[in-house]
């Protein structure tokens, strides 16, 4: 007998090599099919929410997709927080889920569709004549339009056999997201701003990432002898081109954002321009004409003087096809200062007024100390912009930030499971506070179980740092901001973890020690920091 969820878990199958979830009544009969797949692996957390973000986070790594599995109701519910992340994010996750019987719901069911359609996730609910081509058309529509989806089973149809499937199996792979070609006149206009310029840019998004068009987007920087910078999302996508000034908005060195306010054109590709990219309307000059291309409708923002509707790679490849050659734009003087303009970061000092670790110095020493080959994920929180700011980064996959599209915290813990995963020969660094971690502890253990090489960064400031920073300063009470201190050193060790506490930078020496010695396993590093020190995207945020 071949059952429903069977169809459910071939299909899935031919596609996907990774499911994470939390076992119950409502997908047992699926897990127990999918498992059956060799190819197929399975990584058990603790948390529903996990469940989906780690899936997320996997994507982020890998660019392939994976899939979420819970229960019905209580587990589908406990899972909306990052299903919501990923709808706003652009994620396509697969999100397996048990639902009411097709004969009736029961007294404990709710209309989960209706929750899903809330938060913009589209459901699949499959039947006994068609699971198969109804998952068919669920993967299609996640990788189609890189938006997650929920596929849910009918309790009592988990285990029943299921009736002929409508259509036969196809025998290629499901295509992804189709390539848009761009209007020439919007390319010739482009072309035309672009030669005009006498201080261009390029600024890169994670869609510039993810279209494959890091190349292409410096072979025109190069061309036109452009300035360069990225949203946190698409950091380093432009290595080591000499142009290059980091991360902009509110994570960026002040020395750089000054230099990309001076350009006077500025291409954005793949990037939304979302409020902390634009630093509340500062990050471009006044008077500077913006060009965006994007896949959207429309611009996403109203700096937009040009808008080019269209797949990223063949827009920037028209463009640098037609583009003609420039000279160097930039005196010897100004070149120095572009080259250093990125370090440009304020080191802090090795204690804050108040005794405790200054993030900022204590984030240039943990860059110093930890491997080159690292994928940092970041949990939510005050302590947010030390990493990108201070940390080297790889590539724009190994900054993994679950969470920001949706404003959330607590999902560092699943984002870290889901990296592991996805890129096993990486060292994982989690960054968490002390509020996200605490929200997220259940997968401390899973983090522990199934990560091969991982230093969990705890920025334990004994607060929630953000809304001390945001309505603390305004006079509202303080009490509900503030956490007892918890002791995340011991809590690892207990879970199996290698552990200290850290209330110097001297303290580090333990870190130093297990990583010297090439150890597998995961350290965690619960740093004492200070509320005093506010971070400069906060002070943007607040301003």
Same mark, same amino acid.
């Given at each position: 007998?071949?059952?429903?969820?069977?169809?459910?878990?071939?299909?899935?199958?031919?596609?996907?090599?990774?499911?994470?979830?939390?076992?119950?009544?409502?997908?047992?009969?699926?897990?127990?099919?999918?498992?059956?797949?060799?190819?197929?692996?399975?990584?058990?957390?603790?948390?529903?929410?996990?469940?989906?973000?780690?899936?997320?986070?996997?994507?982020?790594?890998?660019?392939?997709?994976? /899939?979420?599995?819970?229960?019905?109701?209580?587990?589908?519910?406990?899972?909306?927080?990052?299903?919501?992340?990923?709808?706003?994010?652009?994620?396509?996750?697969?999100?397996?889920?048990?639902?009411?019987?097709?004969?009736?719901?029961?007294?404990?069911?709710?209309?989960?569709?209706?929750?899903?359609?809330?938060?913009?996730?589209?459901?699949?609910?499959?039947?006994?004549?068609?699971?198969?081509?109804?998952?068919?058309?669920?993967?299609?529509?996640?990788?189609?339009?890189?938006?997650?989806?929920?596929?849910?089973?009918?309790?009592?149809?988990?285990?029943?056999?299921?009736?002929?499937?409508?259509?036969?199996?196809?025998?290629?792979?499901?295509?992804?997201?189709?390539?848009?070609?761009?209007?020439?006149?919007?390319?010739?206009?482009?072309?035309?701003?672009?030669?005009?310029?006498?201080? @261009?840019?390029?600024?890169?998004?994670? +869609?510039?990432?993810?279209?494959?068009?890091?190349?292409?987007?410096?072979?025109?920087?190069?061309?036109?002898?452009?300035?360069?910078?990225?949203?946190?999302?698409? !950091?380093?996508?432009?290595?080591?081109?000499?142009?290059?000034?980091?991360?902009?908005?509110?994570?960026?060195?002040?020395?750089?954002?000054?230099?990309?306010?001076?350009?006077? /054109?500025?291409?954005?590709?793949?990037?939304?321009?979302?409020?902390?990219?634009?630093?509340?309307?500062?990050?471009?000059?006044?008077?500077? !004409?913006?060009?965006?291309?994007?896949?959207? @409708?429309?611009?996403?923002?109203? /700096?937009?003087?040009?808008?080019?509707?269209?797949?990223?790679?063949?827009?920037?490849?028209?463009?640098?096809?037609? #583009?003609?050659?420039?000279?160097?734009?930039?005196?010897?003087?100004?070149?120095?200062?572009?080259?250093?303009?990125?370090?440009?970061?304020?080191?802090?000092?090795?204690?804050?007024?108040?005794?405790?670790?200054?993030?900022?110095?204590?984030?240039?020493?943990?860059?110093?100390?930890?491997?080159?080959?690292?994928?940092?994920?970041?949990?939510?929180?005050?302590?947010?912009?030390?990493?990108?700011?201070?940390?080297?980064?790889?590539? @724009?996959?190994?900054?993994?930030?679950?969470?920001?599209?949706?404003?959330?915290?607590?999902?560092?813990?699943?984002?870290?499971?889901?990296?592991?995963?996805?890129?096993?020969?990486?060292? !994982?660094?989690?960054?968490?506070?002390?509020? +996200?971690?605490?929200?997220?502890?259940?997968?401390?253990?899973?983090?522990?179980?199934?990560?091969?090489? +991982? /230093?969990?960064?705890?920025?334990?400031?004994?607060?929630?740092?953000?809304?001390?920073?945001?309505?603390?300063?305004?006079?509202?009470?303080?009490? @509900? #901001?503030?956490?007892?201190?918890?002791?995340?050193?011991?809590?690892?060790?207990?879970?199996?973890?290698?552990?200290?506490?850290?209330?110097?930078?001297?303290?580090?020496?333990?870190?130093?020690?297990?990583?010297?010695? +090439?150890?597998?396993?995961?350290?965690?590093?619960?740093?004492?920091?200070?509320?005093?020190?506010?971070?400069?995207?906060?002070?943007?945020?607040?301003?």
């Amino acid at each position: 007998m071949v059952t429903v969820s069977a169809h459910v878990a071939l299909e899935l199958a031919s596609e996907v090599s990774d499911v994470f979830g939390v076992m119950g009544n409502g997908n047992a009969w699926f897990l127990d099919a999918v498992l059956s797949h060799p190819g197929v692996a399975y990584t058990a957390v603790r948390h529903e929410a996990s469940a989906v973000a780690a899936a997320d986070a996997y994507f982020r790594s890998s660019n392939r997709v994976a /899939v979420a599995t819970a229960t019905y109701g209580p587990g589908f519910t406990n899972a909306l927080t990052p299903l919501a992340e990923a709808v706003q994010a652009h994620v396509p996750v697969i999100f397996v889920v048990g639902d009411a019987p097709s004969n009736g719901a029961r007294a404990w069911d709710i209309d989960q569709s209706v929750l899903a359609r809330g938060i913009g996730a589209r459901t699949f609910r499959v039947t006994r004549s068609n699971a198969a081509g109804i998952t068919r058309r669920a993967l299609a529509y996640a990788l189609g339009r890189q938006v997650p989806v929920v596929l849910s089973i009918p309790y009592d149809l988990a285990d029943a056999e299921a009736l002929p499937q409508g259509t036969s199996r196809r025998a290629s792979t499901i295509s992804g997201v189709e390539s848009l070609a761009p209007d020439p006149a919007a390319i010739a206009k482009a072309v035309a701003l672009l030669a005009s310029a006498k201080r @261009p840019a390029l600024l890169a998004g994670r +869609g510039a990432w993810l279209s494959r068009s890091a190349g292409t987007m410096r072979e025109l920087a190069e061309k036109i002898d452009a300035v360069t910078a990225t949203t946190a999302l698409a !950091i380093n996508l432009f290595g080591d081109y000499e142009r290059d000034l980091g991360v902009a908005g509110g994570f960026g060195a002040p020395a750089a954002s000054h230099l990309l306010s001076q350009a006077d /054109v500025v291409l954005v590709v793949g990037a939304s321009l979302n409020q902390f990219t634009m630093r509340f309307g500062d990050t471009f000059g006044r008077n500077a !004409i913006v060009i965006q291309i994007d896949t959207a @409708p429309n611009p996403t923002n109203p /700096v937009v003087s040009h808008f080019v509707g269209g797949d990223a790679l063949l827009s920037l490849q028209a463009i640098v096809e037609a #583009m003609p050659q420039s000279g160097t734009r930039w005196t010897a003087e100004e070149s120095a200062q572009i080259a250093a303009a990125k370090r440009d970061r304020h080191p802090g000092t090795a204690l804050a007024p108040d005794g405790r670790l200054d993030p900022r110095s204590l984030a240039t020493a943990l860059n110093l100390l930890l491997p080159a080959d690292r994928t940092v994920v970041q949990d939510g929180g005050h302590f947010i912009g030390w990493a990108p700011s201070y940390f080297d980064i790889p590539a @724009p996959n190994r900054l993994i930030m679950v969470g920001t599209a949706f404003q959330t915290i607590g999902l560092g813990m699943a984002s870290a499971v889901g990296a592991g995963r996805a890129l096993p020969d990486s060292t !994982i660094i989690l960054c968490t506070g002390d509020g +996200g971690g605490l929200m997220g502890l259940a997968d401390l253990e899973t983090v522990i179980r199934t990560v091969r090489r +991982g /230093v969990v960064i705890v920025f334990n400031d004994a607060a929630y740092g953000a809304e001390i920073h945001q309505y603390g300063v305004r006079g509202l009470n303080t009490r @509900p #901001m503030l956490i007892d201190e918890v002791n995340f050193a011991e809590t690892a060790a207990a879970l199996g973890a290698q552990s200290s506490v850290v209330r110097t930078l001297d303290d580090l020496a333990g870190l130093e020690r297990w990583l010297a010695a +090439g150890q597998s396993g995961v350290y965690v590093v619960d740093c004492r920091v200070s509320q005093q020190i506010v971070a400069p995207y906060m002070a943007e945020w607040t301003k």
